[in-house]
């Protein structure tokens, strides 16, 4: 593997959810204050704003907007609530095009009332039905495939393999596959995948933490990364091999490093950065 | 699919964990009363017996040994923990053949201080030390795959494929596979996994529970059967047609259940089985 290490910031994106408590203004605020480059915008934080100006003021304090997060969540058993999630993901598009936002995060979404295979259809379907809101939009859509911890309720999207054989499948250059650390550490066939989502051109996002051990939590027990047992660089050499030159996002929900001092938090991310 | 409805108990096994709170007297009497014909016996429960009586003393109650749980745990980052591993494992035997059972049921373990391709080499150099052993007793070994939210410290065996490349690189009769579905039900593989295990002779033993959502810990909030999202009778028409033919052993850690009076708990696991 021929990983370079890292040498500055230029690669480095922050989603907002990470710096939970701040808003968007302190967080840029203080994403440019330590040098970070890219920002993820998660909807929540753009809630009473004027979306264009905020991206703006984004592209002021020298970010550059990487993703809108998240759209997905496509499938139920009611189809009520399936036409009702395609409404919100073209929202989704309204809001990452106001915002300047390349890209959207798709958590895909998964319904425990009905088999994986299912839902998988009604994710494609729900993709499918988006895309050309997307395309019309410059918006690509970006696949996440979860951990399999989260299969029940939030992605039956769970390996490189399936985002990879989705996206293929829709077969668009505005739908691409989103890789995180966190879910995809432990798959033995994540090489090979990430290579294979490089070479077709999918390959649109790459996110970082750590897990850690014990884990004590199933949702907001992630780690800085360094803290876990991943292989972060490991990994990251397979993504650079596959092409992607794009942001490196942290993604960390935690309660334990939420409820530090930020700041503190915010130098840390950067100071184990270095490590990944 | 050709599935069999479940129409007695003469398959319904249940781990002593599972009603965590009596004795293994205990449990054989209450297993006896409700009909219950098989039991797997997790070590802590021998604690203090005499084993071999202990064996007898179950099958006066018309309970099959079906498995002694729970070997493993071979990976370390020290040599001398690896060894510690082996005289473990070694003693497991020793308990599996005075009580009476004919498989050891193997965690297989995982050290986040190393890669899981080390802890995965280091679980088969461990099988391999223990093996010989074990043929000599006339104990099996059954390697369970666990989910991939355990591979930090738990197994670095994750799904049915990789049970079954490590079973098939040993390439003995006397070690296989355990399969419980709370660790595979969402692998997208997992009915070919199946059926190449029991077309190789490696299909040893089946777990059942469910997925309940949301899980809110990531060791004990597992659910009863029919609780959760799992296709409990889909998987076991998978296995059935595998040629497996053993039993049904119920496998739950769930800190609500255990807080429940435990003869109601054990009559909602009869009840739940008839839906499996």
Request: proline content about 4%; some cysteine; hydrophobic content about 40%.
């Amino acid at each position: 593997m021929s990983l370079k290490p890292i040498k500055d910031l230029s690669k480095l994106c922050i989603h907002t959810i990470t710096t939970k408590s701040w808003s968007i203004e302190e967080a840029a605020e203080n994403y440019e204050r330590v040098g970070v480059k890219g920002i993820s915008v998660w909807r929540q934080y753009l809630e009473g704003r004027n979306i264009a100006e905020t991206g703006d003021r984004l592209r002021k304090h020298g970010l550059d907007v990487v993703s809108l997060v998240r759209g997905g969540f496509f499938p139920s058993v009611s189809s009520g609530q399936r036409q009702k999630a395609i409404t919100d993901n073209l929202r989704a598009v309204d809001e990452a095009a106001a915002l300047g936002a390349p890209m959207i995060v798709l958590v895909c979404g998964a319904d425990p009332g009905q088999s994986l295979e299912v839902s998988r259809a009604q994710i494609q379907e729900g993709i499918e039905k988006v895309l050309p809101y997307a395309i019309d939009h410059g918006v690509k859509l970006a696949i996440e495939p979860l951990h399999p911890m989260y299969a029940d309720t939030r992605s039956a999207v769970n390996t490189m393999k399936q985002a990879n054989d989705m996206a293929e499948a829709i077969g668009s250059d505005h739908v691409g596959v989103a890789a995180d650390v966190y879910h995809l550490w432990w798959d033995p066939d994540l090489k090979n995948e990430i290579q294979r989502c490089g070479r077709n051109g999918n390959l649109f996002a790459f996110h970082i933490c750590d897990w850690i051990s014990p884990t004590v939590d199933l949702l907001n027990d992630r780690g800085l990364m360094g803290e876990g047992c991943i292989d972060i660089p490991g990994i990251r050499a397979w993504v650079e091999e596959a092409g992607f030159d794009g942001f490196n996002e942290v993604e960390i929900f935690s309660d334990r490093l939420w409820a530090t001092d930020q700041r503190e938090f915010l130098d840390k991310i950067v100071e184990s950065y270095y490590q990944c």
